[in-house]
């Protein structure tokens, strides 16, 4: 599966009352081999929810082994906080801290701010 963002803005909060919350995503999750490309995008609006709460991509779930995740972001920016209520937060991709299997994230001119 291929995903691409491409030029996208969120300038809006975000809020989710559990897991899996993004600025521009929520959940990549791997049951196949998965591609995620996000260049010339940014997010500005707050961004709050239970837990897996990121500034671009809220949670990276890869459980299966046989599989791959790759997230490439570039030239993108997040400009906007992020929070959890209940664990974990990050600035632009939060990954399972369990199930990471074959997650590659590259980040190329790319900023947080939030």
């Known amino acids: 599966m291929t995903l691409i963002i491409s030029s996208s803005v969120n300038s809006q909060s975000i809020t989710g009352n559990g897991y899996r919350v993004g600025g521009l995503v929520g959940l990549i999750f791997n049951t196949t081999d998965t591609v995620a490309n996000i260049s ?23 459980r299966f082994q046989s599989n791959s995740v790759s997230v490439d972001i570039t030239n993108s920016e997040n400009k906007g906080n992020a929070s959890a209520t209940k664990g974990m937060a990050c600035g632009f991709v939060c990954v399972d801290i369990e199930y990471n299997f074959n997650v590659k994230t590259t980040m190329k001119n790319s900023i947080n701010k939030g």
């Open 40 to 62: 010339n995008s940014t997010n500005s609006g707050v961004v709050s929810g239970g837990n897996y709460v990121g500034g671009l991509v809220g949670h990276i779930d890869s």
